[in-house]
């Protein structure tokens, strides 16, 4: 019978302002990046301007926060790093002088408490500094804790590649890092209590996270395990069909260059400024907006559609455990949009409106498309190793024969990938096979 097939779709840029859908534009048509990762990056970085300074309010019990977890799922060279680098690199700057603050803060701290304490009566007093980084790349747990109590709006995990932090969430145990990223996700309780040092308390860790993987590690976290917990369905997946373009000699102008880097400097900075508030105890004590009359009438709709769907007959049994989180990601979407329309045009944050919300459903099938994408090649990626693994064929070629005559229709990049031969290799005994026919 003939495999179930996915269609995708391009990420929708248009639900940004006009000068960042300029921007990603001109950056893929001059450095070879893909829009998709650069739309995802977009999101992310948005994410984790906003922080936890505005929470999106559905009705009294349930508030969503601005998390994102991102994948960009490519082969490796297709361009993942550079790509997400065109996005992040304003915020990985504003990240490094905090480093560079804290440095110079510590050296000023060490040099008063050398002093006797009759001349520390004379001088200024000087507190000891907080670690104020807020892009983290590999890091533990317990360091990740510390790290978001001296920065409670939110830390923003950046990584080349996710594999390691994929893999190690299937080390599922009691208490273990899976269980405090699931809490991070919705928004919940960080904490770390290390004997070798102060405990780490954060009552509403936001913890936006972005990175490469590549296809092939992905479909080895498809666990029974991780289905049940929920883990991968958390996981935006952005899975664009790539080709590898040739060099072009096409330059980005660097005045837009200039213009996306001030604006993100500016939507980060000026949201603690202007929007972090704290409560008497030092948490975030995070503004509340709403759905407008219109918004909240498309979320009905959109809500009730995603239900039909989980409901539904026709839509495929395995694909429906990630619907329940799309939920979430709409309201998220709808919250990032506002928010991020808002700074570009130097709105008032009022409440989310209509274009928000229209914006946050064309991500959402966008994401649903690139889940069912996912768990299609997964479970064609296991059945085709599982199929090698019991063929009790030696060669390569007896091996392909035995996964061809399972399924002519087999995606030959992915075959060849397995076999490790070209796919000419695979071309050729595709011919073999079909004229012994």
């Not at 970085?45 to 300074?53: E, K, R």
């Not at 991102?70 to 790093?81: E, P, S």
């Not at 995990?157 to 996710?162: A, G, H, S, V």
């Not at 989180?325 to 944050?349: D, G, H, P, W």
Request: some cysteine.
């Amino acid at each position: 019978p003939k495999k179930e097939s996915v269609q995708t779709t391009d990420f929708p840029i248009d639900i940004f302002p006009p000068f960042i859908q300029k921007y990603i534009t001109e950056i893929s048509d001059t450095l070879n990046a893909n829009i998709d990762f650069l739309g995802a990056g977009v999101l992310w970085a948005s994410s984790l301007c906003i922080g936890n300074s505005v929470k999106l309010k559905i009705k009294n019990g349930w508030n969503e926060s601005a998390v994102l977890w991102i994948a960009l799922v490519g082969r490796a060279g297709v361009g993942k790093t550079h790509t997400i680098k065109a996005i992040t690199d304003p915020l990985e700057v504003l990240s490094g002088r905090e480093v560079r603050k804290y440095a110079e803060q510590m050296e000023k701290y060490e040099a008063y408490m050398a002093l006797s304490n009759t001349d520390k009566k004379m001088a200024e007093e000087i507190k000891k500094p907080k670690k104020t980084k807020f892009i983290a790349d590999d890091i533990t747990i317990e360091a990740l804790a510390e790290m978001h109590d001296n920065n409670q709006n939110g830390i923003g995990i950046l990584r080349d590649e996710l594999v390691g932090w994929i893999k190690d969430m299937n080390k599922y145990r009691e208490g273990s890092d899976l269980q405090k990223y699931l809490s991070c996700w919705s928004n919940g309780v960080l904490s770390s209590d290390r004997k070798t040092s102060s405990s780490s308390y954060v009552e509403k860790a936001f913890i936006p996270i972005i990175g490469g993987v590549q296809p092939s590690i992905l479909s080895g976290t498809y666990t029974e395990e991780n289905k049940d917990n929920g883990f991968i369905d958390r996981i935006l997946l952005c899975y664009p069909d790539i080709s590898l373009p040739k060099y072009n000699k096409k330059q980005v102008d660097q005045r837009l260059l200039n213009e996306y880097s001030e604006f993100i400097m500016f939507f980060y900075d000026s949201v603690r400024t202007n929007l972090v508030r704290y409560d008497a105890h030092g948490s975030i004590d995070s503004h509340l907006t709403e759905f407008d009359e219109e918004s909240e009438e498309e979320w009905i709709r959109i809500y009730n559609s995603i239900i039909d769907k989980m409901e539904s007959d026709d839509e495929n049994e395995y694909i429906k455990s990630v619907l329940p989180k799309m939920i979430s990601y709409v309201a998220r979407f709808a919250l990032i949009l506002e928010i991020l329309n808002c700074y570009a045009t130097e709105k008032q944050i009022y409440k989310i409106t209509k274009k928000s919300i229209l914006g946050a459903e064309k991500l959402y099938k966008y994401f649903f498309l690139m889940a069912k994408k996912n768990k299609f090649n997964s479970m064609e990626n296991n059945e085709m190793l599982n199929t090698l693994k019991f063929s009790g064929k030696q060669t390569s070629f007896e091996k392909f024969k035995v996964l061809y005559e399972k399924n002519p229709e087999l995606n030959r990049t992915r075959v060849a990938e397995q076999l490790n031969v070209s796919r000419v290799t695979i071309s050729s005994w595709i011919k073999e096979i079909t004229q012994k026919v």
